[in-house]
């Protein structure tokens, strides 16, 4: 289990639509502010029905002024903490974590190369503007569906100019992953952050090209996949269970409801402490995590719980517990 957050008091200043689906919060910790740096994050206490719960949102920007600001995205298969999140108005009393770091922006390299798909902009938006005041050598290549979803590129545009380049699903562009790694300098880095379908052709682009493993870094969110969320069952014979997961609920959740001891960290598919053994599977497997590698995905014997899901049936599982 994760370390306990150590909780404080802040304040929801005022909100802002960055495109039709993505809002800016500005949040204000008052005598509590930490300076965060390049790919921080703040954990966030949001109520899921009458249920308290945590998110977990990319810092967006240097926030000099004291006050942190994150960009949540609006989605129809939400477990409902953006559908919470939007409902807030200014003025509402928030708690919320001091900064945290898992996608840390490594000082002096020669070259890097910023990856960012859809809400994925958020921790790239503010990397490419630290490497802009520091001078460095960088390219961001930012996609999305439409124009209409580009979040902060205006303000990118005004800040990193040229070094900014946008590729829309709706006009055919797709950015050349591997061509923009061959551009890399030696020694450069990449960091990537969007879907898991776009984070595996980076990961497949980048073990392809030769360079070192620790030249990558990437920090997805979970709750995109290769099909749309729906309702499906888990099977767990040994404990004699059939659990529902519903369509805007995990499978950790799904699993913790029906009283069955989990262990898990980061809920986001990175870290694989929740992963599960699949005995069969009903119908497909829609894998969102970037912890199993493409060919032990192919294998469908394990899954990360925390952002994976089925379609098209069910799933039969083992899990950790032991507990007779």
């Not at 204000?28 to 308290?52: C, K, M, Q, W, Y």
């Not at 898991?196 to 052709?201: K, S, Y």
């Amino acid at each position: 289990m994760r370390d306990a957050i150590e909780w404080r008091a802040a304040r929801l200043r005022s909100v802002r639509d960055l495109a039709a689906d993505i809002r800016l919060f500005e949040i204000d910790p008052g005598a509590d502010f930490v300076t965060p740096t390049p790919g921080s994050h703040i954990n966030l206490g949001v109520l899921i029905g009458e249920r308290p719960d945590t998110r977990c949102y990319s810092i967006v920007g240097p926030c000099t002024d004291g006050v942190y600001r994150i960009a949540v995205k609006l989605l129809p298969d939400s477990r409902g903490g953006s559908a919470y999140m939007w409902r807030l108005a200014p003025g509402a009393q928030l708690m919320i974590s001091a900064p945290g770091n898992h996608f840390t922006l490594s000082p002096g390299r020669p070259d890097y190369l910023l990856i960012a798909g859809g809400i994925g902009i958020t921790p790239i938006y503010t990397m490419a503007l630290a490497l802009a005041a520091a001078g460095a050598r960088f390219r961001l290549l930012y996609a999305c569906r439409r124009r209409q979803d580009l979040a902060l590129a205006d303000e990118l545009r005004g800040r990193i100019g040229d070094r900014l380049e946008i590729y829309l699903d709706e006009e055919g562009a797709q950015p050349d992953i591997a061509a923009g790694i061959a551009r890399l300098a030696p020694g450069g880095e990449l960091y990537a952050c969007g879907p898991v379908g776009m984070l595996d052709a980076v990961r497949q682009a980048w073990q392809r090209s030769g360079r070192p493993v620790d030249g990558l870094r990437f920090e997805t969110f979970g709750n995109t996949g290769r099909y749309a969320a729906e309702a499906f069952t888990l099977k767990i014979p040994r404990l004699g269970k059939e659990i529902v997961v519903p369509r805007n609920q995990t499978m950790l959740d799904a699993l913790e409801a029906a009283g069955v001891e989990m262990i898990h960290d980061c809920r986001r598919g990175e870290c694989g402490l929740c992963v599960v053994d699949v005995l069969a599977v009903e119908g497909a497997i829609d894998h969102r995590d970037v912890y199993f590698s493409a060919s032990q995905k192919a294998e469908n014997n394990k899954i990360c719980t925390c952002v994976s899901r089925a379609v098209h049936g069910g799933l039969v599982i083992d899990t950790a517990d032991r507990v007779e």
